[in-house]
T-cell receptor, first 118, second 114 residues
Framework: AQTVTQSQPEMSVQEAETVTLSCTYD???????LFWYKQPPSRQMILVIR??????QNATENRFSVNFQKAAKSFSLKISDSQLGDAAMYFC???????????????FGQGTILTVHP | GAGVSQSPSNKVTEKGKDVELRCDPI?????LYWYRQSLGQGLEFLIY????????KSGLPSDRFSAERTGGSVSTLTIQRTQQEDSAVYLC????????????FGSGTRLTVV
């Protein structure tokens, strides 16, 4: 079974600084997607960034970027120029591609609470 | 609609009562998912509907939990004889059948069993 592990229950960062959130996963499949979701106090899960496993290039979305290390099964999120609005719980998630045994189902890590200090 | 809609937003119920939670997915999304999030915890998979296929019920914690999806659209999650440990936020999400899309989530229903 696939598992996703976020080893940092809480992280904090100063406004305008950079922070990296860690995520590791375990799977026997070769074709899958990885995601980072943000959940503010409103409870709405917001997709931050996604990465296809077959792509070697790390995904980037404005101030958010990932460091995808497929061999190490590591998928960290870097937030640059942190803003107060980035404060939220962040979840790493895995989804098998078509044909995988768990296709369609997102498996989530435990989450990391990010605090941004002014 | 433009997003995934869940109702009610909050529900307080007495232990032993049955509750129904509703999810209205994005129009055209054939896949629908229910997750449960206990306080300060990650998301626990409950059930997954994909098109006309039989649903994946592998995450339902007990036979008190059931879900249906009528007409390939609206879904209802039913919890019978609620227990205090059922208190959580229940999140619904939908996605297109294929592709690399993440899910679009609703804002959830916060269930409190007293």
């Amino acid at each position: 079974a696939q598992t996703v592990t976020q080893s940092q229950p809480e992280m904090s960062v100063q406004e305008a600084e950079t922070v990296t959130l860690s995520c590791t996963y375990d799977t026997s499949e070769s074709d899958y997607y990885l995601f980072w979701y943000k959940q503010p106090p409103s409870r709405q899960m917001i997709l931050v960034i996604r990465q296809e496993a077959y792509k070697q290039q790390n995904a980037t979305e404005n101030r958010f970027s990932v460091n995808f290390q497929k061999a190490a099964k590591s998928f960290s999120l870097k937030i640059s120029d942190s803003q107060l609005g980035d404060a939220a719980m962040y979840f790493c998630a895995y989804r098998a591609n078509a044909g995988g045994t768990s296709y369609g189902k997102l498996t989530f890590g435990q989450g990391t609470i990010l605090t941004v200090h002014p | 609609g433009a997003g995934v809609s869940q109702s009610p937003s909050n529900k307080v119920t007495e232990k032993g009562k049955d509750v129904e939670l509703r999810c209205d997915p994005i129009s055209g999304h054939t896949a629908l998912y229910w997750y449960r999030q206990s306080l300060g915890q990650g998301l626990e998979f409950l059930i997954y509907f994909q098109g006309n296929s039989a649903p994946d019920k592998s995450g339902l914690p007990s036979d008190r939990f059931s879900a249906e999806r009528t007409g390939g659209s609206v879904s209802t999650l039913t919890i019978q004889r609620t227990q205090q440990e059922d208190s959580a936020v229940y999140l619904c999400a939908s996605s297109p059948l294929q592709g690399n899309y993440g899910y679009t989530f609703g804002s959830g229903t916060r269930l409190t069993v007293v």
